[in-house]
């Protein structure tokens, strides 16, 4: 007789998950040091599609591409839950957004892993971001869709990971009629940048005392 497979449930993959958030949060107290609290818990998602993980560092709970965990062997998906994990545990350490700077890199290499920014999974399909010149060093920093948006709504501030100088929104150019414009961004269609040029001037006015 001839058996069938079973599928492998997502609660399943979930508690295998969260198995290897307890082992890498365990790595993570013993590289910094000190117990930082309860682990986090782990969602496998089904609507994160471009982005593999996401750490909440605010609400201990890490969020796990499903599409990327069936598609990705373990390793990466393990690598991926390090990654998450070391964001969330550098952060209430340190009582602060580490994002990817000197002391998540550190971390990342106490932990003995590559300390990359991103996933560079096949299954993931990243939409390209937009760059921004560090007014320091005059490094290319890479922001995507969401993180370009929330900056030039004035809703998040950035840091370059060279030299910790704070990023700087673009200065509006001017046309020959003297209608303000933005320099050309690929990512972003001309009329989403109309509007938020809009609205981040409408911010800049209201904030003024």
């Known amino acids: ?31 910094l040091g000190k117990p930082i609290g309860p682990e986090p818990s782990v969602e496998l998602s089904t609507r994160l599609r471009t982005t593999a993980g996401l750490a909440m560092p ?79 060093c005059a490094k290319r920093i890479r922001l995507g869709p969401i993180q370009w948006k929330r900056f030039m709504l004035a809703q998040a501030r950035f840091q370059c990971t060279a030299c910790n100088t704070e990023l700087v929104r673009p200065v509006q150019e001017s046309n020959r009629n003297g209608a303000d414009r933005w320099p050309k961004h690929g990512s972003l269609h001309a009329a989403t940048l109309r509007a938020l040029l809009l609205w981040s001037r409408w911010i800049d006015r209201v904030s003024q005392p």
């Open 1 to 31: 007789m001839v058996g069938r497979a079973v599928p492998i449930l997502r609660a399943d993959w979930e508690r295998l998950a969260q198995q290897r958030v307890s082992h890498w949060w365990r790595a993570c107290e013993q590289a």
């Open 58 to 136: 605010a609400r201990r709970h890490i969020k796990l591409s499903f599409h990327m965990f069936r598609h990705e062997g373990l390793e990466r998906f393990d690598s991926t839950i390090a990654h998450e994990v070391a964001h969330v545990a550098c952060d209430l350490h340190h009582r602060r957004s580490c994002h990817h700077d000197h002391r998540w890199q550190r971390l990342m290499r106490q932990l003995g892993l590559s300390a990359e920014r991103c996933h560079d999974y096949d299954s993931v399909q990243r939409k390209p971001g937009t760059e921004v010149v560090c007014p320091g």
